[in-house]
């Protein structure tokens, strides 16, 4: 106790938050303890690029769900429903324009995903706003009602995909170029994981700078911290919060497009299939934590693969033991957010 | 004598006890009322259907809990017995030893998720206990030599069930006293002792506190009582019962597979009923299983003539399209969520409070 009222005058700047190295160490541990187990470093490399493009995809979807939990409190059990909306609302893009993607050119295969990028994630964004005025705004702070609330959201809305594109599945084809693989030595890492890898990196390191080195972030961050305090200092917190929900709603949508090329084939329960791995994602990483949603989404996607091709048994539960053993370990998953 | 039967928890409404006394007999008499296998087996799945949400009430309603685990109880009852005929043969020791299975399997692994889970807060119990159902399912679909896979299971019940067997010679009211028969009368009295049976339960001081955490757990906590215990409890008793309405389920139809049992549309049935019936009374799963199952297999019917109607214009043809039935039912749980929270019963209730204090 002392030290501290000794301590605070000498220095008037913001203590350093000590940063809990931990949980950053527990990817590339387990990847290294898998290598000797997979035997083979082709087959390890393909693995790992295999669960980490997982893992990034995963993540998109996760991030905005932790968020909104984060700052608002609510946990939206339709937050799947963005991700089926994202997916198909990219086909309105991809099917129309089917010579773009099936031509042979790097420039025009990426320019029409990014169209189908852009129009998923402004379609989900404004859903976002309307699902938050309608369905979420009347019960805020009322925990069972949003559960139920949200849920009835999401079947209204897989409903509504039916309606809107029918009830079959949509085959999804992936551009030309972004198909194939790099073989490197005897490795092969295919494209499409890569680029996933990429735009996941992106995707978390905008975040990251947004919530760290922008004044918005810092209103979002002292929002998950104390959301009075931040109202009582002046800014108007309900603002931010349907800014967090569409942004995590659009980010869900992004997530829901990569997702949907990734599988090829796409049926209204996309969303719902992915919200289980969502929730033990965002379990792991700490409910509300960004950086702890990141590493769960990667832990839980990499045990998945490793599961997979050593013990294809174990591979049906080894999310649920991956949480269970989290949370034997840190009860509050991996980043535990203050205040919960 | 009746109110006893009840527990002292009368409809309290002369529509809601007309309701009741028409879905009783309907069900007591369905096999002599309508004829038909269809007809039969939508009033046995009411049935059980009335258990299950009455189970699953006990939960959301009473205690305040969101479980998303239910159909795994009822699937764990079923696969109990479905799995144990298939292996020992039809025998009467064969459901018994899979109802103590199954019965056995629920209690520990509703435990072991409620002692996990439950001290935190009501949402990470509904995160992990989804999680938990979905991995349960996906293993009952892919452990094939044990469960028979996404096919399922077929078996054989025990004589007395069987269609094949007459009890007597002769028909009854125009009805031959069969295996079917019999095991629609298994399948109704049990349903209706076990319903009894929770509204004892929610009637007797234990139900108070349950309702008492719901209201306000912290000051629950403060009189004295363990939330955590109470909670952890409620949850065991609701699995049980779910187990036992999973058993009879089984029994009724004679297969289990993981589409009928497990799936998540079961769960969200669930949840449609007990919202729309009214949560926290559990006459509301009277009422919300018998219109959803009448619904479920007759609404159609009406969608496929509306939807023939609007043929040529586009999007409204596919909004009335059969399979869409669930889209107006979940907007009318959307509904019903903000503007009748108590569902059908309580509205009924709340009318029949409001005519009768008014001065006459």
Redesign the interface.
Same mark, same amino acid.
């Given at each position: 106790m002392t030290t501290i009222s000794q301590a605070a005058p000498q220095d008037s700047a913001i203590p350093k938050v000590r940063v809990d190295m931990l949980p950053l160490l527990l990817v590339p541990v387990l990847a290294l303890l898998m290598l000797p187990l997979v035997g083979s470093f082709p087959t390890w490399v393909t693995l790992t690029v295999a669960g980490l493009a997982m893992g990034m995809m995963v993540f998109m979807m996760a991030s905005g769900l932790t968020l909104i939990f984060g700052l608002m409190d609510v946990?939206n059990?339709g937050h799947g429903a963005f991700v089926s909306v994202g997916a198909f609302t990219a086909t309105l893009v991809l099917l129309p324009m089917k010579s773009w993607v099936e031509a042979d050119s790097v420039w025009m295969n990426l320019s029409v995903v990014g169209l189908a990028i852009l129009l998923a994630m402004l379609v989900t964004g404004i859903l976002g706003w309307a699902f938050e005025r309608i369905?979420i705004r009347?019960v805020y702070g009322l925990?069972?009602?949003q559960?139920?609330?949200t849920?009835? &959201?999401m079947?209204?809305a897989e409903?509504?995909i039916?309606? =809107?594109w029918?009830?079959e599945q949509i085959p999804l084809q992936l551009p030309t170029t972004f198909r194939g693989a790099f073989i490197i030595g005897d490795a092969a890492l295919e494209k499409y994981r890569l680029i996933a890898v990429g735009v996941g990196l992106t995707v978390f390191v905008t975040m990251f700078l947004v919530l760290n080195r922008t004044k918005v972030g810092l209103l979002i961050r002292a929002g998950v911290e104390n959301g009075e305090m931040v109202e009582a200092l002046g800014y108007r917190i309900r603002r931010l919060f349907v800014g967090v929900f569409m942004a995590g709603s659009a980010l869900a949508g992004l997530g829901g497009v990569m997702w949907g090329l990734y599988k090829e084939t796409l049926t209204a329960a996309i969303g &719902?299939e992915i919200?289980?791995l969502v929730?033990?994602v965002i =379990?792991i990483g700490g409910?509300g934590s960004v950086g702890g949603c990141f590493i769960g989404a990667m832990l839980v996607a990499l045990v998945a693969n490793y599961a997979g091709f050593l013990a294809p048994?174990v591979a049906?539960?080894s999310?649920?033991l991956l949480?269970?053993t989290v949370?034997l370990w840190r009860p509050q998953g991996l980043y535990p957010v203050a205040k919960? | 004598m009746i109110k006893t039967l009840l527990s002292g928890d009368l409809p309290r409404s002369r529509l809601l006890s007309a309701l009741l006394l028409v879905v009783l007999c309907g069900l007591a008499l369905a096999p002599f009322l309508f004829h038909g296998a269809r007809s039969l087996n939508v009033a046995a799945t009411i049935c059980v259907f009335v258990v299950l949400v009455a189970s699953y009430d006990l939960l959301l309603g009473y205690t305040g809990i969101v479980s998303f685990a239910h159909t795994m109880f009822y699937g764990i009852g079923a696969y109990g017995v479905g799995l144990a005929l298939h292996g020992m043969g039809p025998s009467w020791s064969a459901v018994l030893v899979g109802t103590a299975g199954a019965l056995a399997v629920s209690l520990v692994l509703a435990l072991v998720i409620g002692l996990f889970s439950l001290r935190v807060r009501a949402i990470f119990y509904a995160m992990i206990t989804l999680a938990v159902a979905a991995a349960f399912a996906v293993l009952a679909s892919q452990l094939s030599d044990l469960t028979g896979g996404e096919d399922g299971r077929t078996f054989k019940v025990p004589e007395l069930l069987q269609p094949g067997f007459h009890l007597i010679d002769g028909e009854i009211l125009g009805r031959a006293i069969d295996g079917k028969l019999i095991t629609y009368y298994l399948v109704f009295f049990s349903a209706l002792a076990l319903f009894l049976f929770m509204l004892r339960i929610v009637n007797s001081p234990f139900g108070r506190v349950l309702q008492a955490i719901r209201e306000n757990d912290f000051r629950a906590e403060a009189l004295g009582y363990r939330t955590v215990v109470y909670r952890t409890l409620a949850n065991c008793l609701g699995a049980l019962i779910a187990t036992l309405a999973g058993v009879l389920m089984a029994l009724w139809l004679r297969y289990v597979g993981p589409k009928t049992m497990l799936s998540f549309e079961v769960m969200t049935d669930i949840l449609l009923i007990v919202v729309i019936g009214g949560m926290g009374t559990v006459y509301g799963a009277v009422i919300g299983s018998a219109l959803f199952i009448l619904m479920q297999n007759y609404l159609q019917v009406l969608m496929k003539e509306a939807s023939a109607a609007l043929a040529g214009v586009p999007l409204l043809a596919n909004l009335f399209h059969p399979d869409r039935w669930l889209l107006w039912l979940g907007v009318l749980f959307v509904l019903s969520v903000y503007f009748f929270p108590a569902g059908i019963v309580g509205k009924l209730r709340a009318g029949a409070k409001a005519k009768s204090d008014r001065p006459a």
């Open positions: 946990l059990f369905i009347p925990h069972l009602k559960i139920l609330i849920m009835g &959201g079947i209204v409903q509504l039916h309606v =809107i029918g009830a &719902g919200t289980v929730f033990i =379990i409910l048994k049906l539960v999310d649920i949480m269970v949370l919960r | -």
